[in-house]
């Protein structure tokens, strides 16, 4: 079992910055690979991007190519999503899962955080 619990949302002028932490506990021994989702109001969740779990490879859906940046700090546990150039599209709360594959599809990620909300406003 892991245990994951994300930080760091808020709400932000468009334009503006913010990290998110996502901090593993439990089994973390074995090596996840860790992804980041997102859900508007009245939207299906929507895939961000994932890391490897070596910290090495990284992948992102085109709408945060260039603006989101993934990584992690093994050591501590946590993966970090840097968000730069806010924009309103990218209100939503934001959660961050585990996987043992490398998948852009929810349900090949086995664990879950409870998400922090992010709102950008205009």
């Known amino acids: 079992q892991v245990q994951l619990v994300e930080s760091g949302g808020g709400l932000v002028q468009a334009g503006g910055s913010l990290r998110l932490s996502c901090v593993a506990s439990?089994?973390?021994?074995?090596?996840?690979?860790m992804g980041w989702f997102r859900q508007a109001p009245g939207k299906d969740r929507e895939f961000v991007g994932m890391?490897?779990?070596?910290?090495?490879?990284?992948f992102y859906a085109d709408v945060v190519k260039g603006r989101f940046t993934i990584s992690r700090d093994n050591a501590k546990n946590t993966v970090y999503l840097q968000m730069n150039s806010l924009k309103p599209e990218d209100t939503a709360v934001y959660s961050c899962?585990?996987?043992?594959?490398?998948?852009?599809?929810?349900?090949?990620?086995?664990?879950w955080g409870q998400g922090t909300q992010v709102t950008v406003s205009s």
């Open positions: 890391i490897d779990w070596r910290g090495v490879s990284t």
């Open positions: 439990g089994r973390t021994d074995i090596s996840y690979n």
């Open positions: 899962a585990a996987q043992r594959g490398w998948s852009r599809a929810s349900k090949d990620y086995a664990y």
